[in-house]
């Protein structure tokens, strides 16, 4: 298993588009993590999934953006009449449950809303 | 609710010299605390993590970190840097229980002169 996968690297979309970027976990990983990085930040938390179900929202997950899990597998990440303020990277990452788990991350997505 | 203060936005050591990186933690219970380092436009890497039992982990890279509770501090360590070492360092913490989802610290980015 070569790690967290995030597709694509980096986007470049107008404004009011619609972006969709995927992850795939490592394979035997149950939760999955999104996380957003804007210029000069740490990664904050916008939302997690065990298996396909989503646990919880961050109020920065706007009704614009949307993630799913569908088979507890890859997950979606989209966007919806993207901001300008929607610039930033994406970073998924996954675990194990458990006590203790760690999280690994992929390269993330770099979007940039022009 | 968990939070995380990383003084120092930016810092330059030479290269040979010793390195301390400082962290902060707020959380009401023990928590679970990680170091990551982020090179320019890459995800992050785990350096090393504290979930209980002896306070000063090793990590990747010849990095090491102390827990101090009565601090509330989980400062990174390294008694001599390379060229290699210059980039995004950032502190975690992650509740024992529950999601396990980070918050972050805003990072250190560091600089290495020859």
């Known amino acids: 298993d070569t790690g967290v996968s995030q597709d694509p690297r980096h986007k470049i979309t107008k404004r009011g588009q619609n972006v969709t970027f995927r992850c795939d976990p490592i394979?035997?990983?149950?939760?999955l993590y999104w996380y957003r990085q804007t210029l000069g930040q740490g990664p904050e938390f916008l939302t997690y999934?065990?298996?396909?179900?989503?646990?919880?929202k961050s109020r920065l997950l706007s009704d614009r953006f949307s993630a799913e899990r569908p088979k507890g597998s890859f997950s979606t990440l989209e966007i919806q009449r993207t901001e300008q303020g929607d610039s930033a990277m994406y970073l998924c990452?996954?675990?194990?449950?458990?006590?203790?788990?760690?999280?690994?991350f992929g390269q993330g997505t770099r979007l940039t809303v022009v | 609710a968990q939070s995380v203060t990383q003084p120092d936005i930016h810092i330059t050591v030479s290269e040979g010299a010793s390195l301390e990186l400082r962290c902060n933690y707020s959380?009401?219970?023990?928590?679970?605390l990680f170091w990551y380092v982020q090179s320019p436009g890459q995800g992050l890497q785990l350096l090393l993590k504290?979930?209980?039992?002896?306070?000063l982990v090793q990590g990747i890279k010849g990095f090491e970190a102390e827990f101090k509770r009565s601090q509330s501090s989980f400062n990174l360590r390294k008694p001599s840097v390379h060229w290699s070492d210059a980039a995004e360092y950032f502190c975690?913490?992650?509740?024992?229980?529950?999601?396990?989802?980070?918050?972050f610290g805003t990072g250190t980015r560091l600089t290495i002169i020859p």
């Open positions: 990452a996954s675990s194990l449950v458990g006590n203790p788990a760690e999280a690994f």
């Open positions: 394979s035997e990983h149950n939760r």
């Open positions: 959380y009401g219970a023990t928590p679970y």
């Open positions: 999934f065990q298996n396909e179900a989503q646990l919880e």
């Open positions: 504290y979930f209980s039992g002896d306070t």
């Open positions: 975690a913490v992650g509740a024992q229980f529950g999601n396990e989802k980070l918050t």
